[in-house]
């Protein structure tokens, strides 16, 4: 059983293409000839030895032999995809081989088959004898992948629909669409409106065809409609080598929503969708003999099928490490296909190869292409949506948290006992013993444990050579264990200094709050003591006036009344003012949460752009002293330069007087060899007397002769 941590670490290195190979069974014209392939495994396949070629063997995920059933190819290529597609991942399954391999039987079946499917159901109200029941199972066992994967994945759908209540609702679509001569065609159009269309590219969809016709499904037997109508409008053409051959690649892809409540108000949305592609096959211009329009449509299928050949190559060198640009656009093919090579999908390919020896080299093509796309890694995830409140969504946050903090610690747990059974040393009677002082730590428990076998092992030159293997190992493991502690301490100190940075950061915050509390309880003592001061006038008795006529003091009494109802209205209203403002800063004295946060990150983004400040401050000097080395480097290889030059000089000068004096000798040592060859017998003499004793004798005999 895998781990979670296990299960997270394989979910993360990816998926890796799925390569099943099937081998076409000979034809009735072809029985009685020899096979250059065989089955070994279900897995393994040996391809015969050749002229030049020595016997070899190919390992792949499922390998189908001769006698393999569309059951069973289904089985192993298309049930595990359709389960993934309902679930919300995206796949893609093509075929893949030379014309007349049986790719098209692999995904479709044959032609009677297929429409048998889409009329099933009107001519089973129509007529029910056994006779045609047995003639319409006949047909259905013939059933491609297409078909099969259709039923299978409606009929997931109607389990999953009954399973959840009603819950989860599902919507079908789907599109049927040809490349013919690097021209897209849309097969569920009309003729005249679906051709000629473009590829798009879109951030949220992907690469996707602008203009395609979508058709609705809510049915098996309505997919199947779709499918056999497509069909009959797709390119074929005769060959040498296959009288209906498929002179397009044909693309049928459906396209699954499902929709579900997960808690009350929360909806999950999921969007998939499922590529089943049958390519056409690769051809040679001798073995199909195709001229005119036919050996044009072959040009276009190749060079196709080698674009979509070298995206696979440049996808393996990136897997193996290596930078690589993939040039998903130099076909229309391939470029549909970008997200199900080396993108988000789960990608399954079927290789077709034909037994035949005069196919061998195209079996052993297909076979290496195979080989290669197998080693391709893609990357798919559930395309999966969350709808709802803020609050719910939330909550569903928090849920998600606790099954990381619970996996994590699982994960913790599983690390602890692998620790645990790496630290267990074998006693002195050869079992295995846990270490027992549990107090310590890992590194002092090991070392412990491996000074306790040493020191109870009894003294004897076979019994230390028997423990050096052991205290080998053993030291190999405390070197790994320190190395960790110290990684593990060195990532504790920079987190450590981070924590203190933050530390730092918030009490300057915490300062500056308390600063602004202290001017806030000033601000609110001073308006208490001024609303006390204005509650004392209102509260303080009027004077009364005493006039001897009331009639004669009445209008001048009626002024100095007037006054102190103003006084005393605007001293209500300032005391309401203070009253509001006092109550505004009361309010704001507590603290707010997202406040001190946005000041914290506000002070972090200011500590940061002075690192940054300083650090741009120092790059002129860095360079400068960079460059200064440079330039000191470049003056010592010119002086060893120039040294180098004049010591190649001076030893050309060598070489120029020793070619010199050979050259003032080379006279003297050829009179040497007149005279030795004149008298061989006469004593040899110097250079010098021999040339003088040459140079005095020819006069002489010159003279004489004369």
């Not at 030379?98 to 109200?125: F, H, I, N």
């Not at 079927?350 to 093509?365: G, W």
Request: proline share 3%; with cysteine.
């Amino acid at each position: 059983m895998l781990t979670a941590v296990e299960k997270a670490k394989q979910e993360d290195a990816g998926d890796s293409v799925r390569v099943c190979l099937r081998i076409r069974p000979f034809s009735k014209q072809e029985l009685g000839a020899r096979s250059c392939v065989h089955a070994t495994t279900s897995t393994s396949i040996t391809l015969a030895a050749a002229a030049d070629n020595p016997s070899r063997q190919f390992n792949f995920d499922h390998v189908a032999d001769e006698n393999s059933t569309q059951e069973s190819v289904f089985v192993a290529v298309g049930k595990q995809i359709a389960e993934a597609a309902v679930g919300g991942y995206n796949g893609t399954i093509f075929a893949y081989g030379q014309t007349g391999s049986g790719k098209t039987y692999t995904m479709q079946g044959p032609p009677a088959a297929l429409m048998s499917s889409s009329t099933s159901r009107a001519v089973d109200e129509l007529s029910s004898s056994g006779r045609h029941q047995q003639q319409q199972h006949g047909q259905q066992q013939q059933h491609g992948l297409i078909p099969r994967v259709l039923e299978y994945l409606f009929w997931t759908i109607g389990r999953q629909t009954r399973n959840s209540g009603g819950r989860v609702t599902f919507m079908c679509r789907c599109s049927y669409l040809e490349i013919y001569n690097e021209t897209i065609a849309d097969l569920l159009a009309a003729p005249l409106d679906g051709h000629n269309l473009q590829l798009r590219e879109d951030i949220s969809r992907g690469v996707y065809v602008d203009g395609l016709h979508h058709e609705p499904l809510a049915a098996a037997a309505d997919a199947f409609a779709v499918l056999e109508c497509g069909a009959r409008r797709r390119t074929v053409g005769a060959t040498a080598m296959n009288a209906e051959s498929s002179r397009s690649h044909s693309v049928f892809t459906i396209y699954i929503e499902s929709k579900g409540e997960i808690n009350d108000g929360l909806t999950s949305i999921r969007r998939s969708q499922l590529n089943l592609i049958d390519l056409a096959g690769s051809e040679r211009q001798s073995g199909t003999n195709a001229a005119g329009v036919r050996l044009k449509e072959a040009g276009n299928i190749n060079k196709s099928l080698s674009a979509l050949g070298n995206v696979i190559r440049a996808l393996v060198d990136i897997t193996h490490g290596h930078a690589r640009h993939v040039h998903y656009r130099d076909s229309k093919l391939t470029f549909l296909l970008k997200d199900s090579l080396g993108g988000n999908s789960k990608t399954t390919i079927v290789a077709t190869i034909s037994p035949l020896r005069d196919s061998y080299a195209e079996t052993l093509s297909t076979l290496k292409f195979a080989q290669r796309a197998k080693l391709v890694v893609n990357h798919s995830v559930v395309n999966q949506d969350l709808s709802g409140s803020v609050l719910q969504l939330q909550l569903e946050i928090k849920r998600l948290n606790d099954q990381l903090r619970s996996a994590r610690a699982a994960g913790a747990v599983h690390q602890q006992q692998q620790q645990q059974l790496m630290l267990s040393t074998p006693s002195a009677a050869g079992m295995a013993t846990p270490v027992r002082n549990s107090s310590r730590s890992g590194l002092d428990a090991a070392r412990f444990s491996a000074a306790a076998v040493l020191l109870s092992s009894p003294s004897g030159p076979s019994r230390h050579a028997a423990i050096a293997p052991f205290a080998c190992r053993r030291l190999d493991e405390l070197e790994q264990m320190l190395a960790q502690q110290m990684t593990a301490c060195s990532e504790l100190t920079g987190v450590n200094g981070e924590l203190a940075g933050k530390c730092d950061s918030l009490q300057r915050v915490c300062a500056a709050q308390q600063q602004t509390l202290q001017s806030n309880k000033l601000v609110i003592k001073l308006r208490d003591a001024r609303i006390a001061d204005l509650s004392a006038k209102l509260r303080r008795p009027t004077a009364t006036h005493t006039t001897a006529a009331a009639d004669a003091t009445a209008a001048a009494a009626a002024a100095p009344a007037a006054e102190p109802t103003a006084t005393a209205t605007d001293a209500e209203r300032r005391i309401e003012q203070l009253t509001a403002e006092l109550e505004c800063i009361s309010a704001n004295k507590a603290v707010d949460a997202d406040k001190l946060q946005l000041a914290h990150q506000n002070q972090e983004l200011r500590d940061r752009v002075r690192r940054l400040e300083a650090e741009q401050q120092r790059l002129p000097e860095q360079l400068e002293a960079q460059l200064r080395q440079h330039i000191a480097c470049l003056e010592r290889n010119f002086v060893a330069a120039v040294e180098e030059r004049k010591a190649t000089a001076s030893e050309l000068d060598r070489l120029r007087h020793e070619l010199v004096d050979a050259r003032r000798e080379l006279p003297l040592a050829a009179a040497q060899a007149v005279l030795l060859a004149s008298s061989p017998a006469r004593p040899l003499q110097s250079p010098r007397r021999l040339l003088l004793a040459s140079l005095t004798v020819t006069p002489r005999r010159q003279v004489r002769r004369r």
